[in-house]
C-alpha cells in the first residue's frame, strides 16, 4: 500500500509526521506522494482541506485520515497519542471507507473564456470586493430572489460545521447528499427582501447566482480565494464525486459535533 503524509509544519506535527514515517515503512507500505492510496493529515482540519485539494483528481484511489495536534477536529479526530494503533490498522487494512458529499462549482464568464471548475469539501463563498454584493438566486432555472448584503455561501454537510455555522446554517449530517446555502448580512426592508433563512437543497438541485452589479468577485472555495473577473454565474451542485475517509473505529457525527461545539469528554491532544 503506498501513503502519504501531509503536515501542518509545526513542530508537533513533524515530529509525528517522521514517527509514522518510519512505523509504517516497518510495516512495508511505500511512501509515494504521487498516488497514495492513503493521506494522513497531520495538523488540523485547515491541514486535511490542503490535503484534499493536493490530491482532488485522484478521489476514486485516495482515502484520508487526519490527526489532529491541536484541538479535535470534524475531519482530523485522532489524538498523537493514538498514532501507533492507527498506523498498526493502516497497514493491516483494518478500516471501512465512508464517503461524504462535495460541491462542484462552476464559474461561467461574460467573455469567451473557459469556465472554471473546483470541487470543495467545506463551501465556496461568493463577495463583492468593494460594494454590497447584487446577485439574483436562480433554483432550478426559476429565479428565486434578488439577494442585497455582505455575501452568499454554498456548504457541503462536512462543512456545515465550519463557516456556514458562523453565518447560522443548520448542521447538516455528512449522510445527507445535499448543499446549504447561507446568507451574509442581507439587506432586507420594505423595498429589498430575501428569504433570510438558510435553504438546504437535494442532490438533483441546482443554484446559479447571476451578478446584478458589478463583475468581478471574490470566490471562495475552501481556504482557497481568488478575484474572478468578468463572472457571467456561479454554478453550484452537489457533486458526482465523494471525498473517502478511512474509518477505523466508530466516531459519530453528532459525538464530534458535541465534542466540539457542547463538552470534550476529554478528548483532547493529550487526554
Ligand atoms: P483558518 O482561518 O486557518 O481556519 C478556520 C477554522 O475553521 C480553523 O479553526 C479550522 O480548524 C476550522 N475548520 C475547517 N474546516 C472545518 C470543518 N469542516 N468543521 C469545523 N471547523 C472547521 O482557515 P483554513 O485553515 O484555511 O480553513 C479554511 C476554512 O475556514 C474555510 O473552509 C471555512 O470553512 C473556514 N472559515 C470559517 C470562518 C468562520 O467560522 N467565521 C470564516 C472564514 C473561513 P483547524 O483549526 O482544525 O484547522
Same mark, same amino acid.
Given at each position: 500500500m503506498k501513503y502519504t503524509i501531509q503536515s501542518r509544519n509545526d513542530e508537533l506535527s513533524n515530529r509525528l509526521m517522521d514517527e509514522a514515517i518510519d512505523y509504517l515503512n516497518g510495516f512495508g507500505l511505500v511512501y509515494n506522494e504521487?498516488? %497514495?492510496d492513503v493521506v494522513l493529515s497531520i495538523g488540523g482540519d485547515g491541514t486535511l482541506l490542503h490535503a484534499f485539494h493536493k490530491y482532488s483528481h485522484r478521489l476514486k484511489e485516495t482515502a484520508f485520515v487526519g490527526i489532529h495536534t491541536g484541538h479535535l477536529g470534524f475531519y482530523a479526530d485522532? &489524538? %498523537? #497519542?493514538e498514532i501507533e494503533k492507527l498506523v498498526i490498522s493502516i497497514a493491516r487494512k483494518e478500516f471501512d471507507v465512508i464517503e461524504y458529499p462535495l460541491l462542484d462549482v462552476a464559474i461561467n464568464y461574460r467573455s469567451n473564456k473557459e469556465s472554471s471548475h473546483y470541487l470543495a469539501l467545506n463551501e465556496s463563498s461568493v463577495k463583492s470586493p468593494e460594494v454590497t454584493l447584487v446577485m439574483d438566486v436562480e433554483l432550478n432555472g426559476n429565479h428565486f430572489e434578488r439577494f442585497r448584503g455582505d455575501g452568499l455561501c454554498m456548504s457541503t454537510p462536512s462543512g456545515s460545521t465550519a463557516y456556514s455555522k458562523a453565518l447560522g446554517g443548520a448542521l447538516v449530517?455528512? #449522510?445527507?447528499p445535499s448543499m446549504q446555502l447561507t446568507e451574509m448580512a442581507s439587506i432586507n426592508n420594505r423595498v429589498f427582501r430575501t428569504v433570510g433563512s438558510p435553504l438546504i437543497l437535494p442532490a438533483h438541485h441546482k443554484c446559479v447566482l447571476k451578478p446584478? &452589479?458589478? %463583475?468581478d468577485f471574490m470566490v471562495t472555495v475552501d481556504h482557497l480565494q481568488l478575484l474572478h473577473k468578468d463572472v457571467k454565474s456561479i454554478e453550484y451542485i452537489v457533486s458526482k464525486e465523494k471525498v473517502r475517509f478511512a474509518r477505523f473505529r466508530p466516531f459519530p457525527f453528532w459525538r464530534r459535533v458535541r465534542d466540539s461545539f457542547i463538552e470534550s469528554n476529554g478528548r483532547n491532544i493529550s487526554g
Open positions: 504521487d498516488e %497514495p485522532w &489524538k %498523537p #497519542s449530517h455528512p #449522510s445527507l446584478v &452589479k458589478g %463583475p
